[in-house]
């Protein structure tokens, strides 16, 4: 079932990654799903999309890898009982500032521990699969059963979001379309080549775990990967936790180098604070939406529950990533004019918005406490629109104190609006 999982979630981005392609082709702005959703269904879902996506998605998700940046890390000095958890979140929020201090200060050194801890992915990755292979080599496939597997479909539903969040990410590459110099030909091939890539990459893995791990063994632990390593590699089990960790650290900072470009595209709209999408002036790099991007993951900190962290996630980006594939269908109907270099057959939104409202729906009645919390965060977006987005004609001294405020800020750290391209 675990294996079944991992292979669906795959297929499931793949088809979302396509049903993105046609709308990245269509409608060719920065800002990604965000954009499609404000151009079709209006200002006030493009909001609170962008709303989602600024307090949850985002932070939320540089947190969990912290977190499991920390596990790992922590791990080595702990290799025979869990760690404290005090220090896990110490370590967790030290790394969140580090890298928030490398993408205010240089944006060359961030780009750099990108492609640094990204070979160290790949490289855990491949030792683990090599691994794999050997045992199954040796017969090592008494863990490949259908016993003990698990019916409930609401903690099915709920195993869903733990697969996705591995995968997520993918709806990013539309960010980087009006970048690119042949999108028409060079992001259909980027999604599939990536997608399948990943996918096979994740399910050899999991299968070389479960050469070695009982099922109950990966469900008990934090660190699968480190338990995996204690067995086969002996005294040289310290590698996995160290490149793991290496990978974790990497992704923070991922999350941390690209989440300017969404500001950027909220305040053109005027949805953000000016401040937001503007840069340092000596380091010409996206120092104020760095820094409160990097505060709201320390918030997310006062619980190092992984998992209800990844359920806060999971039902704030599949609402809105249903909401982005909706809007393909909506606008096949409203423009069948427009121009679509691509152009998807409309089964695949059709049942990918399906699939989505199943695994929004279904874990809200498994865990209504996880999910209540992301619904109310994501109403308090409600009143932020009407009180400051949608009421354009303030009285004058609150116009004056807002723009007091961003003088203020934009002193404070030094920065200013960037220079638009010419077109």
């Not at 890298?99 to 160290?120: G, H, M, P, R, S």
Request: aromatic letters at 14%.
């Amino acid at each position: 079932m675990s294996l079944g999982i991992w292979i669906l979630s795959g297929l499931f981005s793949m088809v979302g990654a396509y049903c993105y392609a046609e709308l990245g082709l269509l409608i060719r702005k920065p800002g990604g799903d965000y954009t499609y959703i404000l151009d079709t269904l209006g200002p006030f879902i493009g909001f609170i999309r962008l709303w989602a996506e600024c307090l949850i998605v985002r932070p939320c998700t540089i947190t969990i890898v912290a977190l499991t940046f920390a596990k790992y890390s922590v791990k080595l000095m702990f290799p025979e009982c869990e760690p404290p958890d005090e220090s896990v979140r110490i370590l967790a929020a030290v790394c969140i500032c580090i890298l928030a201090f490398v993408n205010c200060w240089e944006v060359k050194w961030a780009t750099a521990v990108q492609d640094i801890f990204t070979y160290a992915k790949l490289l855990a990755l491949f030792i683990i699969i090599a691994t794999g292979i050997v045992q199954l080599g040796r017969g090592q496939t008494q863990n490949f059963t259908w016993d003990d597997t698990e019916t409930d479909i609401t903690k099915i539903a709920l195993s869903f979001y733990s697969g996705l969040f591995a995968y997520n990410g993918w709806n990013y590459l539309n960010f980087v379309i009006p970048e690119m110099k042949d999108p028409v030909n060079d992001l259909p091939k980027a999604i599939a080549i990536s997608i399948v890539l990943v996918t096979v990459v994740y399910t050899l893995t999991n299968i070389a775990f479960y050469t070695t791990l009982s099922v109950p063994e990966v469900l008990g632990s934090e660190a699968v990967a480190a338990t995996f390593a204690e067995v086969m590699y002996g005294p040289m089990a310290f590698m996995i936790p160290i490149f793991v960790a290496m990978s974790t650290f990497g992704g923070v900072n991922g999350i941390l180098l690209t989440s300017s470009r969404l500001f950027y595209a909220g305040a053109c709209e005027g949805q953000m604070p000016e401040i937001l999408s503007m840069i340092q002036v000596s380091k010409m790099t996206p120092a104020p939406a760095v820094i409160v991007v990097a505060l709201l993951s320390l918030g997310y900190l006062c619980s190092s529950d992984i998992f209800a962290l990844i359920n806060y996630v999971g039902f704030a980006t599949w609402i809105s990533i249903g909401l982005a594939v909706l809007c393909l269908p909506w606008l096949r109907w409203k423009h069948p004019e427009w121009n679509r270099p691509l152009k998807v057959n409309l089964i695949f939104p059709i049942l990918y918005i399906i699939a989505t409202i199943f695994i929004t729906i279904v874990p809200m009645i498994a865990k209504p406490k996880e999910t209540g919390i992301g619904v109310v965060i994501i109403l308090t977006g409600v009143p932020v629109y009407f009180l400051f987005v949608a009421w354009r004609n303030k009285p004058v001294f609150i116009r004056k104190f807002l723009g007091g405020v961003t003088v203020c800020l934009q002193k404070l750290f030094v920065v200013v609006t960037p220079p638009k391209k010419a077109v």
